[in-house]
């Protein structure tokens, strides 16, 4: 299953190049910033959708290895927020 942050942040970058080249071209400082913008936001939202879909693999291929680090990390916050 692919999940739908990585294909949304492969168009947002692509527009986003769009937009800066365009800037570029116009000589248009804010365009160009706002593309710039645009991809970094939709390079991140990628690499957030390729860490979901191995998080996604990870835990449908070994679900107690999923299990136990879940339960790991529960127990290291619930420990963090104790102590305050």
Not at 12 to 28: A, E, P, S
Not at 48 to 58: I, P, Q
């Amino acid at each position: 299953m692919v999940d739908t942050n990585r294909i949304e942040g492969a168009a947002k970058d692509t527009v986003g190049k769009l937009q800066d080249g365009m800037g570029g071209l116009l000589g248009d400082s804010a365009t160009q910033a706002k593309g710039k913008v645009k991809q970094v936001t939709g390079q991140a939202q990628g690499y957030y959708g390729d860490t979901l879909d191995s998080v996604r693999d990870a835990t449908s291929d070994q679900p107690l290895i999923a299990i136990a680090v879940a339960t790991a990390i529960g127990f290291v916050l619930g420990a963090l927020i104790a102590r305050r």
